[in-house]
């Protein structure tokens, strides 16, 4: 039987945990606050996220010491805060993961150079793709929560890691996609969020739903021109890519979209990131793609009022008078 070690205390790595689990995988669980942890595994339930959701603590094993969780499973999973990666892999040694397979969960970039968290695992470790999977899809952590119908996409080079992986989560309320292009998913995966958070400062700033429908469509002409420039030749018109691009952009579950109604509604930047309970990765995202995209030929005019509006402080309305110009 496969072994996960899940590294995360949040939503998603809860709502990741409540599938692998419903499958009867035994999951090693790394939790950083000994508090929390031992109260997921006295009660079932994780106090400070998605607190509804009963997990079964047969196939759970809840630690704070790192070492401990990194040591007994076959499958390395990350769903922490892309900002809290780096540190996470130094505590790690490199030999526990030699012929391990890694999963990444998280939908921002990393470090200084603001790398895909795939690009970076791979460099840190000196791994290959073959070892790397991509979790992505329009799967919001709440609704797997409640059971509701899910189409989650693994994105792995290697054909035996995705058949590996996909009997894992596949579930009676988990479709599993699978598809050979791991970065194209995992820069779609942090595009959206940039998006999602464009998308709520629309709706802060009280456009209607024809603008938001307007705005989707340009946005996924500029996942479309992202992906190719990395040298994706897939489609970006299925639940991999678009999907998640739509569902961050229409959802009231997507954190990233209520960060940027907050700011459409007058909040400074700095006001709306503390009054955000879980992180925006978006914020992030939008600082690491900006000189990516920067250096395409592509025009990206969603992602450039982001960046315009979260780093240069230009005012939210007027750069949406400017946006309105660009889209089409």
Same mark, same amino acid.
């Given at each position: 039987?496969?072994?996960?070690?899940?590294?995360?205390? &949040?939503?998603?790595?809860?709502?990741?945990?409540?599938?692998?689990?419903?499958?009867?995988? !035994?999951?090693?669980?790394?939790?950083? *606050?000994?508090? %929390?942890?031992?109260?997921?595994?006295?009660?079932?339930?994780?106090?400070?996220?998605?607190n !509804?959701?009963?997990?079964?603590?047969?196939?759970?094993?809840?630690?704070?010491?790192?070492?401990?969780?990194?040591?007994?499973? =076959?499958?390395?999973?990350? +769903?922490?805060?892309?900002a809290?990666?780096?540190?996470? !892999?130094?505590?790690?040694?490199?030999n526990?993961?030699?012929?391990r397979?890694?999963?990444?969960?998280?939908?921002?970039?990393?470090?200084?150079?603001?790398?895909?968290?795939? #690009?970076?695992?791979?460099?840190?470790?000196?791994?290959?793709?073959?070892?790397?999977?991509?979790? $992505?899809?329009? /799967?919001?952590?709440?609704?797997?929560?409640?059971?509701?119908? @899910?189409?989650? @996409?693994?994105?792995?080079?290697?054909?035996?890691?995705?058949?590996?992986?996909?009997? /894992?989560?596949?579930? =009676?309320?988990?479709?599993?996609?699978? /598809?050979? =292009?791991?970065?194209?998913?995992t820069? $779609? +995966?942090?595009?959206?969020?940039v998006? &999602?958070?464009? /998308?709520?400062?629309a709706?802060? !700033? *009280?456009?209607?739903?024809?603008?938001l429908?307007?705005?989707?469509?340009?946005?996924? *002409?500029?996942?479309?021109?992202?992906? %190719?420039?990395?040298?994706?030749?897939?489609?970006?018109?299925?639940?991999?890519?678009?999907?998640?691009?739509?569902?961050?952009?229409?959802?009231?579950?997507?954190?990233?979209? #209520?960060?940027?109604?907050?700011?459409?509604r007058?909040?400074?930047?700095?006001?709306?990131?503390?009054?955000?309970?879980?992180?925006a990765?978006?914020?992030?995202?939008? %600082?690491?793609?900006?000189?990516? $995209?920067?250096?395409?030929?592509?025009?990206?005019?969603?992602?450039?009022?982001?960046? *315009?509006?979260?780093?240069?402080?230009?005012?939210?309305? #007027?750069?949406?008078?400017?946006?309105?110009?660009?889209?089409?």
């Open positions: 039987m496969i072994k996960f070690s899940v590294f995360g205390g &949040g939503s998603w790595a809860t709502a990741l945990v409540k599938i692998l689990t419903d499958n009867k995988l !035994l999951v090693n669980w790394y939790i950083r *606050r000994p508090e %929390q942890a031992d109260a997921i595994q006295q009660t079932g339930t994780n106090p400070d996220y998605l !509804l959701v009963h997990l079964d603590t047969n196939y759970i094993q809840v630690s704070s010491h790192i070492e401990d969780v990194a040591t007994k499973s =076959d499958v390395l999973l990350f +769903a922490v805060p892309s809290q990666l780096p540190g996470l !892999l130094e505590t790690i040694d490199i526990h993961i030699k012929d397979i890694l999963v990444n969960a998280i939908k921002g970039t990393v470090g200084a150079q603001h790398e895909s968290p795939i #690009t970076y695992i791979s460099r840190y470790f000196n791994i290959s793709d073959s070892q790397l999977a991509m979790l $992505a899809g329009p /799967c919001h952590a709440e609704e797997i929560g409640l059971r509701r119908k @899910t189409y989650l @996409t693994i994105g792995a080079a290697s054909k035996n890691v995705q058949q590996l992986l996909s009997p /894992c989560f596949a579930s =009676d309320y988990v479709d599993i996609q699978l /598809c050979d =292009d791991t970065h194209g998913v820069y $779609a +995966a942090i595009y959206k969020n998006v &999602g958070i464009v /998308c709520g400062m709706k802060g !700033l *009280r456009y209607g739903d024809n603008f429908a307007v705005l989707a469509a340009n946005a996924l *002409r500029e996942l479309h021109e992202l992906v %190719q420039s990395i040298g994706s030749t897939h489609a970006v018109l299925n639940s991999s890519y678009a999907g998640d691009l739509l569902v961050t952009a229409y959802s009231a579950h997507s954190r990233n979209r #209520t960060f940027g109604e907050l700011i459409g007058g909040y400074s930047v700095e006001k709306a990131k503390r009054a955000m309970q879980m992180v990765e978006g914020y992030g995202a939008t %600082q690491g793609l900006y000189p990516f $995209a920067s250096q395409r030929p592509a025009n990206f005019p969603i992602l450039q009022t982001a960046y *315009r509006v979260l780093f240069k402080h230009m005012p939210v309305a #007027t750069e949406f008078k400017l946006l309105e110009q660009k889209l089409h």
